[in-house]
């Protein structure tokens, strides 16, 4: 199974939960790329908001089913806090991405993390 054909069953996971991070998921554009990120990244483009996703991550670090879902909703959290359009208001960048982290694996389900 291609990781496209993954993400999107796992979309489809998180429709059958979760419907309403769901429709904001299909909404973002999916880039697999090694060379993008290392792990998982939200970005916005021209106004379009793409998911970069590392194949290699995914396969090596993201190995449990219930890490692949949350990782995506993790994301998608990330979105819905505007989190990529307040980064850039902080000095230190990298406070932020653990402070917004932090926030965001809140809503996440114990048994999904």
Known sequence: MTLSEQVANYTI?????????AYLLSGINKVFSNNKTTTIA???EDGIWV????PEYWETVLKKPEQRYSVLKHQVLHLIFAHPLKANDYKNELVFNIAADILVNQYLAEEKT
């Open 13 to 21: 996971d998180i429709l059958l939960k979760e419907p309403f991070y």
């Open 51 to 54: 998911l970069y996703l590392n």
């Open 42 to 44: 939200l970005a916005e």
